[in-house]
Nanobody, 121 residues
Framework: VQLQASGGGLVQAGDSLRLSCAVSGLTTSDNFMSWFRQAPGKEREFVAGIRWREGTRRYEDSAKGRFTISRVSAENAVYLQMNSLKPEDTAVYYC???????????????WGQGTQVTVSS
């Protein structure tokens, strides 16, 4: 699976952004597609994930109610709609593919290259 993330940028607190992850080489619909983020000096953390086949979703607590993950099979893409952004959301955001539902960064079959999101106060 090859992944390419895009859509990051510099926004103000309260603004919205939509991240995109272009997916290619997907051979099974069982993949769990996720977004992670990594802020400077911090570990990479799970943000949201979605099962490609039936759309089962998981969210990290701070993302619930503000972020929405979706996938569009016809576009071979996964999206992360981020609303009400906060300065603490500032990080490099990565999309990743896993063989099963997980919130751990360990065991990913593929990672995208990352896209920077910066939220100013």
């Amino acid at each position: 699976v090859q992944l390419q993330a895009s859509g990051g940028g510099l926004v103000q607190a309260g603004d919205s952004l939509r991240l995109s992850c272009a997916v290619s080489g997907l051979t099974t619909s069982d993949n769990f597609m996720s977004w992670f983020r990594q802020a400077p000096g911090k570990e990479r953390e799970f943000v949201a994930g979605i099962r490609w086949r039936e759309g089962t979703r998981r969210y990290e607590d701070s993302a619930k109610g503000r972020f929405t993950i979706s996938r569009v099979s016809a576009e071979n893409a996964v999206y992360l709609q981020m609303n009400s952004l906060k300065p603490e959301d500032t990080a490099v955001y990565y999309c990743a593919s896993f063989s099963d539902v997980t919130t751990s960064a360990v065991g990913a079959s593929s990672w995208g290259q990352g896209t920077q999101v910066t939220v100013s106060s």
